[in-house]
């Protein structure tokens, strides 16, 4: 993976809980990969998968049991004040005191925040300026998501951690969200997401990397995650036709193929080559493919193949 030009850089990063010297458990096992200025990276996982674990080592929270991480070119740990300043935090939980209204905790925030924003045009940024004199207690689980990512952005962030920033966002306000985090990624800021709505990292993601019992275990852009995984192909079977009446299904580079009440299903990983040999067969039998559908797999079904290939374990 290219390091260098990294905003973020990490390499064979550990992370142990429990006590020195109990044997506790290690979360975070030998994590490597770098995000470049400008670029959008998602961590993505199952629960327990280990992201926040490696978020919080990034944002200099916790130090790291092994391993190595630079954010701008500093420990964030050893180096916090060189770093802190430049970043923006979004936590999985705010926190805020709920007698506060809006605008007083953003203006709280501002206070120790070096060239903060107006409270304004930070609550603008995330549609929250109506509701700035409303108290922090009355605001719904939606708007206090927004109110973090206001907050997160206070400082104009050069480096910004989402820990899951849409959760709890109905559908608009999400879409509102992707729209600010792309429009602040093309400004040059480096962004560094985690989520569970694997649309969210298929749409905003430039690279990706999966966790699965603290390691990475898959990485790239969506489309080279997504490609590792095999196309389908759906029809029905022509009346009086069976499977074994298709060309050789290897020739046609079917990696799989199933069949149930005369609805077939191909995998192939060569996914025009397996559909040209299909619609060649049925032009030169004439015979109609009913309900032909063909399409590559999702990240989530790349996902799920990965993510879920073993339960999470512990004390390996
Ligand atoms: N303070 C802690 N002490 C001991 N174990 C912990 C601690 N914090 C997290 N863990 C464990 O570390 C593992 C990774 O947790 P982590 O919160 O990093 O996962 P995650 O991928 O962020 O999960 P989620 O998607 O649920 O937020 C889990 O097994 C969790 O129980």
Redesign the pocket.
């Given at each position: 993976m290219d390091v260098g030009d990294g905003v973020i850089e990490v390499s064979e990063l550990r992370r142990r809980?429990?006590q020195p010297g109990a044997e506790g458990?290690e979360?975070v096992r030998d994590v490597s990969f770098s995000v470049r200025r400008g670029e959008l990276f998602a961590l993505l996982?199952?629960?327990?998968?280990?992201?926040?674990?490696?978020v919080e080592l990034l944002e200099g929270l916790a130090r790291p049991t092994g391993g190595r991480v630079r954010v701008l070119g500093h420990d964030p740990y050893e180096e916090r004040g060189a770093v802190r300043p430049r970043m923006g935090v979004m936590l999985?939980e705010g926190g805020f005191p709920s007698d506060l209204t809006v605008a007083e905790t953003v203006r709280m925030w501002a206070g120790c925040t070096t060239g903060a924003r107006p409270v304004g045009e930070a609550l603008g940024l995330v549609g929250l300026e109506a509701r700035r004199d409303v108290r922090i207690k009355q605001l719904s689980g939606g708007e206090r998501r927004r109110l973090d990512l206001a907050l997160a952005l206070l400082g104009r962030p050069e480096v910004l951690f989402l820990d899951?920033p849409t959760t709890g966002l109905d559908p608009e306000a999400r879409h509102t969200t992707w729209e600010l985090v792309r429009r602040l990624r093309d400004e040059g800021t480096t962004v560094l997401l985690?989520t569970?709505y694997l649309e969210e990292a298929e749409s905003l993601a430039d690279r990706l990397a999966i966790?699965r019992e603290?390691r990475i275990v898959a990485s790239g852009t969506p489309g080279q995650v997504i490609g590792a995984y095999p196309a389908r192909i759906r029809f029905a079977m022509p009346t009086g036709w069976f499977v074994g009446d298709l060309p050789p299904l290897d020739a046609l580079g079917v990696l799989r193929h199933q069949e149930s009440d005369g609805r077939v299903e191909l995998q192939t990983t060569e996914l025009q080559r397996t559909l040209t040999g299909l619609l060649f067969w049925a032009r030169d039998k004439d015979v109609e493919l009913e309900g032909l559908d063909a399409r590559t797999a999702s990240l989530e079904e790349a996902f799920l193949a990965i993510a879920g290939a073993s339960a999470?374990g512990?004390g390996e």
């Amino acid at each position: 993976m290219d390091v260098g030009d990294g905003v973020i850089e990490v390499s064979e990063l550990r992370r142990r809980y429990g006590q020195p010297g109990a044997e506790g458990f290690e979360a975070v096992r030998d994590v490597s990969f770098s995000v470049r200025r400008g670029e959008l990276f998602a961590l993505l996982g199952t629960n327990g998968a280990g992201k926040t674990s490696t978020v919080e080592l990034l944002e200099g929270l916790a130090r790291p049991t092994g391993g190595r991480v630079r954010v701008l070119g500093h420990d964030p740990y050893e180096e916090r004040g060189a770093v802190r300043p430049r970043m923006g935090v979004m936590l999985q939980e705010g926190g805020f005191p709920s007698d506060l209204t809006v605008a007083e905790t953003v203006r709280m925030w501002a206070g120790c925040t070096t060239g903060a924003r107006p409270v304004g045009e930070a609550l603008g940024l995330v549609g929250l300026e109506a509701r700035r004199d409303v108290r922090i207690k009355q605001l719904s689980g939606g708007e206090r998501r927004r109110l973090d990512l206001a907050l997160a952005l206070l400082g104009r962030p050069e480096v910004l951690f989402l820990d899951e920033p849409t959760t709890g966002l109905d559908p608009e306000a999400r879409h509102t969200t992707w729209e600010l985090v792309r429009r602040l990624r093309d400004e040059g800021t480096t962004v560094l997401l985690t989520t569970h709505y694997l649309e969210e990292a298929e749409s905003l993601a430039d690279r990706l990397a999966i966790m699965r019992e603290g390691r990475i275990v898959a990485s790239g852009t969506p489309g080279q995650v997504i490609g590792a995984y095999p196309a389908r192909i759906r029809f029905a079977m022509p009346t009086g036709w069976f499977v074994g009446d298709l060309p050789p299904l290897d020739a046609l580079g079917v990696l799989r193929h199933q069949e149930s009440d005369g609805r077939v299903e191909l995998q192939t990983t060569e996914l025009q080559r397996t559909l040209t040999g299909l619609l060649f067969w049925a032009r030169d039998k004439d015979v109609e493919l009913e309900g032909l559908d063909a399409r590559t797999a999702s990240l989530e079904e790349a996902f799920l193949a990965i993510a879920g290939a073993s339960a999470p374990g512990r004390g390996e």
